[in-house]
């Protein structure tokens, strides 16, 4: 799997990236730690070496476990993807939601709190440094250029090498690449959810800022698996999600039937023709993709072996526009 370069930095990813939320074991209905460790080194021999975490998937334990995959793989073979800008240990911030234990967590980018997140992601990654540092969510209680700046330092005394941006807007970009040079920018995007295409790509494209495309399978929904009697288990977040209510979920499952026979052809899963069509897509870098053992690392990573010719694309998108379930694209 070749690499690619991040925007205008120095970084160069794989075009899958390991999406490590669902491993976390919070919001995802639980998840076996020897299985995603399983997973993640899968993944690495089949040529997916970056990885992207973040201290609020499980409160830390996702960045732990992304840990120990660095200890068995090696530190220089793989690219490490993290973020800061949640609190659930002081009161300072935006607050977001609660945590697992009846806690608060709040939205907070402050000079003082990225300095310790960072310290604190560098503990349990076991590492020295990060390749590519985002701010996960915005903080209305922060100016953006105080956050940059911290960020800047940060870069300068080495512990990052590149910084990105994650859930934010078009001007937000532009007054954080005012005072840094950013590397990317990381989004949700997929077949059924492009509201990225209105702003966030153009502006991408023409500052040459990357873009990491997050949930690409609409969160399991555009692999064709969720069928209507489908019922999530446990602390799942995607059982009130509006994808995945009716009649949405039928509309998506009526749209991927209509385009399996590309998928058959090429003798690919559904999920393989959708990650693929998302890398191809203008604009986009990388697809981040999540995976819960091996097996499903081994599909991941199957998803670039077979190349979509421009009538299959066209037919793709032409039946797309008839099930885009966000209209504000």
């Known amino acids: 799997m070749k690499k690619v370069q991040l925007g205008k930095s120095n970084l160069y990813i794989s075009p899958i990236a390991f999406g490590a939320w669902a491993i976390g074991g919070q919001a995802w209905g639980g998840n076996e730690d020897k299985d995603a460790l399983e997973a993640m080194k899968k993944s690495y021999d089949l040529g997916i070496t970056s990885i992207d975490t973040a201290p609020v998937y499980g409160f830390g334990h996702s960045e732990k476990l992304v840990g120990k995959a660095i200890k068995e793989i090696g530190r220089d073979n793989l690219e490490i993807l993290t973020k800061f800008g949640f609190n659930w240990k002081t009161e300072k911030g935006e607050y977001q939601f609660p945590t697992t234990d009846g806690g608060k967590t709040y939205a907070y980018a402050g000079r003082e709190g990225i300095i310790q997140e960072v310290e604190d992601s ?16 915005p903080d209305a209680t922060t100016p953006i250029e105080e956050t940059m700046e911290t960020l800047k330092e940060l870069q300068q005394q080495g512990k990052i090498r590149a910084i990105g941006m994650s859930n934010h807007t078009v001007e937000l970009m532009k007054r954080a690449d005012s005072v840094i040079d950013l590397a990317s920018t990381q989004s949700p995007y997929s077949m059924v959810y492009r509201k990225i295409e209105k702003d966030i790509i153009p502006y991408c494209l023409e500052e040459k800022v990357g873009i990491l495309a997050y949930s690409p399978l609409q969160r399991g929904l555009l692999t064709g698996k969720i069928k209507s009697d489908h019922e999530f288990k446990g602390d799942d977040h995607r059982a009130n999600n509006k994808f995945f209510k009716e009649p949405n979920r039928s509309r998506t499952n009526s749209f991927l039937d209509q385009i399996k026979l590309i998928a058959e052809d090429h003798g690919v899963t559904l999920a393989q023709l959708v990650i693929n069509w998302t890398v191809q897509r203008e604009g986009i870098t990388a697809a981040l993709v999540g995976a819960r053992n091996a097996k499903q690392a081994e599909e ?26 966000d209209h504000d694209v």
């Open 122 to 137: 560098l503990k349990r990654l076991g590492t020295d440094y990060i390749d590519l540092y985002q701010i996960h969510r």
């Open 300 to 325: 991941n990573a199957k998803s670039l072996s077979f190349k979509l010719s421009q009538e299959e694309i066209n037919i793709i998108n032409t039946e797309m526009e008839k099930v885009v379930i």
